[in-house]
């Protein structure tokens, strides 16, 4: 048997319960995964709310949760270049909030043995995340990037990898993460009202793009700071189509494909910081929804099975 965290009504954290089910084994393509980490999103809240419920339709009940770390413990057929005992990490292909998880077998990426368990799981949706949206930016040496929420997981992620590239980094942020971001190589500004005024204090021009991962509405001002909407993407405001931005990641064909090996070597080698909140037992799931909803998490929350 194996314990797995699921929901059978849309609703708050509560509607999570822990039950024993039989493992499914493995279909053609796909691997079993023995769980060592998990790692918890906004989305898995979002569509546990029933906010998502057009764009993610579920069939109840349903294991929230993409990300995944572990050892493969059974191999579907058709397939190669993945053994029993591999060590793995990467997307589950239906619910990962489970102690033993299935997934697609291209959707998995071998663990750098350097990289710790909880940063492996914590990684994979983020990471994408991040790569895919300085790709559609197009963010090169010289740019002046603005990143909203420039210390939450995709942010923080984002702001290394623009900086690692040479371009300015203004991050937008809350009182308490200015020194954070201004350690991953950031300049930091106040986020809320009268952003652009701040902006403009460090570069009166304003900026050459920006990425939003806030949501909060910070499209607008955006669009005046990058003198229009061309070089701006966001991956949390629906509002972005009726202001002529780019949302990136609605369609499943939208991702950055190998983006998690070189993010994962540079993890491993600890020169790409995710910091990491702090673990919970799979059975406090809704525990860990509920830090997450409240905003009480500074970094990644993560599950152990
Ligand atoms: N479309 C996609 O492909 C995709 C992929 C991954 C994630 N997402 C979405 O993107 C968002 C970010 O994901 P995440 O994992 O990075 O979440 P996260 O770690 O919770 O980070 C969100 C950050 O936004 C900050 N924030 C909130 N309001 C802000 C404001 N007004 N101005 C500036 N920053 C603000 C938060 O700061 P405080 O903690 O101080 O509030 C937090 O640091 C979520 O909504 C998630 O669902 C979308």
Redo the contacts with the bound molecule.
């Keep these: 048997m194996s314990r797995v965290i699921s929901y059978a009504e849309f609703g708050p954290p509560s509607v999570l319960k822990l039950s024993d089910v039989d493992p499914a084994p493995p279909g053609a393509g796909q691997v079993l995964i023995a769980v060592r980490a998990i790692g918890v ?3 898995d809240a ?1 569509i546990r709310r029933g906010e998502l419920a057009r764009i993610f339709p579920v069939n109840f009940p349903v294991v929230p949760g993409l990300d995944v770390a572990g050892v493969i413990d059974a191999i579907g057929p058709d397939v190669t270049g993945l053994r029993v005992g591999d060590e793995v990490f990467g997307v589950a292909s239906e619910g990962s909030y489970a102690q033993h998880v299935v997934a697609d077998a291209d959707a998995v990426q071998p663990r750098p043995p350097a990289l710790p368990w909880e940063l492996a799981a914590a990684l994979p ?2 990471g ?2 991040a790569v ?2 300085l790709e559609q930016l197009e963010v090169k040496a010289g740019d002046v990037l603005l990143i ?9 992620i984002a702001t290394q990898l623009a900086v690692s590239r040479g371009a300015t980094v203004i991050g ?3 009182e ?2 200015m020194d954070v971001v201004r350690g991953l190589g950031a300049n930091p500004v106040l ?2 009202e009268e ?1 652009a005024r701040r902006v403009r204090r460090i570069s009166p021009d304003g900026v050459s793009a920006v990425l939003d ?6 499209l607008p001002e955006s669009i005046d700071l990058a003198g229009g909407p061309e070089r701006i993407v966001t ?2 405001d629906m509002a972005a189509a009726g202001l002529g931005v780019r ?4 369609e499943p064909t ?1 991702r950055a494909h190998n983006a998690l090996p070189p993010l994962a070597h540079l993890a491993a080698g600890g020169q790409l910081q995710l910091p990491i909140w702090r673990p919970y037992p799979l059975a406090d799931a809704a525990a860990a929804h509920a830090d ?1 909803e409240a ?1 009480r ?4 929350l993560v599950l152990l099975p």
């Design positions: 999103n906004p989305l979002k949706t983020v994408e995340a895919r949206t909203h929420g420039a210390a939450g997981s995709v942010g923080a937008a942020v809350s308490a993460d986020a809320g952003l991962t806030s949501g909060a509405g910070v991956i949390a949302f990136s990641g609605a939208d997450l905003r998490n500074r970094g990644k």
